[in-house]
């Protein structure tokens, strides 16, 4: 089985931009997390959706959203960048719903000048 | 969430065994004991996970204490390719968010 996609690698915005990140869960999996990475806060949960549902949602302001397709393919975005918002978003899928296991995406680098 | 401590880091020399440690003394009974690690620009990869027993996979043992409190990871001949970010975490089973510590930076010396 192919493994989590994450698209884009690698991205450059300015502040005041959005930005949308795309991840594609492996086949048969419906469930997609959001983590994002910073060298001062490490890994932090962002949300996660199971169906089309977001099931749960972490700590960060309303600027951070995200969706789930019917296809279990996830998007996230993020309005009116601050520098802060520089960091890796790391997307995991899972078989379901409370399945144990997390497969993580090799991740979208943002950087925000 | 329940914590877990790790160490900062630890070395090690290649094709030796290795014991990262974790501290989880606030455990509940449904926490699961999960391993992951993050190699160099990778996002992480589960390693292995347990509640009670030791338990074995093709990359690493798990050794779990009888009081649960504690746990360690077991690679059994460290490769360079071993060296990451280890992280302990517990995650109840359905839980849908797994919080992440510092972790274990494990350096494997050639």
């Known amino acids: 089985k192919a493994g989590v996609t994450q698209t884009p690698r690698y991205l450059i915005k300015t502040r005041g931009q959005q930005v949308t990140l795309s991840c594609s869960p492996i086949s048969g999996h419906r469930s997609v997390s959001w983590y994002q990475q910073t060298p001062g806060q490490g890994l932090q949960f962002l949300f996660e959706?199971?169906?089309?549902?977001?099931?749960n949602k972490g700590n960060f302001p309303g600027r951070f959203s995200g969706r789930q397709f019917s296809n279990s393919r996830s998007e996230m975005n993020v309005s009116t960048l601050e520098l802060g918002d520089s960091a890796l978003y790391l997307c995991a899928s899972r078989g379901g719903y409370g399945a144990e296991t997390q497969y993580f995406g090799p991740g979208t680098r943002l950087l925000v000048l | 969430d329940a914590k877990t401590t790790q160490p900062n880091s630890m070395e090690s020399n290649e094709e030796e065994p290795v014991h990262l440690p974790c501290n989880h003394s606030t455990i509940s009974g449904t926490d699961y004991i999960h391993w992951y690690r993050q190699l160099p620009s990778q996002g992480p990869e589960y390693v292995i996970h347990g509640l009670t027993s030791n338990v074995n996979n093709r990359m690493a043992s798990l050794a779990i204490a009888e009081d649960r409190k504690s746990s360690t990871l077991i690679l059994h001949r460290a490769t360079l390719r071993d060296a990451a970010v280890y992280y302990c975490?517990?995650?109840?089973?359905?839980?849908?968010?797994?919080?992440f510590g510092k972790g274990t930076k494990l350096t494997v010396n050639p």
């Open positions: 975490i517990l995650s109840q089973g359905g839980s849908e968010k797994l919080v």
């Open positions: 959706y199971f169906s089309e549902t977001q099931r």
